[in-house]
């Protein structure tokens, strides 16, 4: 079946260093590619999203990449805040009718020290 | 503008009781909606989806059933709960263009 894999498990990092969280997905059909930051006892928010048709996408300082040859992606938040702690999730899907699934990877959790 | 509105935020309850989580979406028409589990400090394991009224798709065997009873409405549900399933379970909606998903608030499931 489908699957995500999502690396490192833990992260932590000094403010103002970058942060880089690697995901790779099994099913070649996906086209898109959404990041969620999940603060603790909250709902996992959307921070950025990517299709297949991009290779790059940025806003500010979060910014996702996208390698379809060999089925990866990654997620780099640079000029790290206390505030980026949390933990991420990469997800991959399908766009098209009839598959509806997002399927998440295991999770970051990312500690950024002042 | 769309909203997503799930309940309770909190449930404490016995080993064998039933249960019954719901979740609502405003302001679209015939989403995509899903639920998820994620156990403490995890991931988020896919439970249920659905894409229409009484059409649900089941992801893992388990002690859980879903009901979609209205366009907008989304039911989680067991006759009688097991330790195993503690959680935060998770309401998430799609649109129709099935690209952003949104979650729910959340409810924290205490199993005893």
């Known amino acids: 079946g489908e699957n995500v894999e999502q690396h490192p498990s833990t992260l932590s990092v000094q403010e103002g260093d970058s942060a880089v969280i690697k995901c790779t997905y099994s099913?070649?059909?996906?086209?898109?590619f959404p990041w969620y930051k999940q603060e603790l006892g909250k709902r996992p928010q959307l921070i950025i999203d990517i299709r297949s048709n991009v290779g790059e996408k940025k806003d500010q300082r979060i910014a996702v990449t996208l390698n379809k040859t060999a089925k990866h992606f990654s997620l780099h938040i640079t000029e790290t805040q206390p505030e980026d702690s949390a933990v991420y999730f990469c997800?991959?899907?399908?766009?098209?009718?009839?598959?509806?699934?997002?399927?998440f990877g295991a999770g970051t959790r990312l500690a950024v020290h002042p | 503008s769309q909203t997503i509105h799930q309940w309770p935020a909190t449930l404490v309850q016995p080993v064998g009781s039933p249960l019954s989580l719901e979740c609502t979406v405003e302001?679209?028409?015939?989403?995509?909606l899903y639920w998820y589990r994620q156990a403490a400090g995890r991931g988020l394991q896919l439970l249920f989806y659905s894409v229409g009224i009484g059409q649900i798709s089941s992801e893992v065997p388990q002690n859980l059933s879903a009901s979609r009873p209205q366009d907008r409405q989304f039911i989680l549900s067991s006759k009688k709960l097991l330790l195993s399933d503690s959680g935060f379970y998770l309401c998430?909606?799609?649109?129709?263009?099935?690209?952003?998903?949104?979650f729910g608030s959340g409810t924290q499931l205490s199993v005893l």
């Open positions: 302001g679209t028409s015939n989403p995509n």
């Open positions: 099913d070649s059909a996906s086209n898109y």
């Open positions: 998430a909606w799609r649109g129709s263009f099935l690209e952003k998903l949104f």
């Open positions: 997800a991959a899907s399908r766009l098209r009718g009839g598959y509806n699934k997002l399927i």
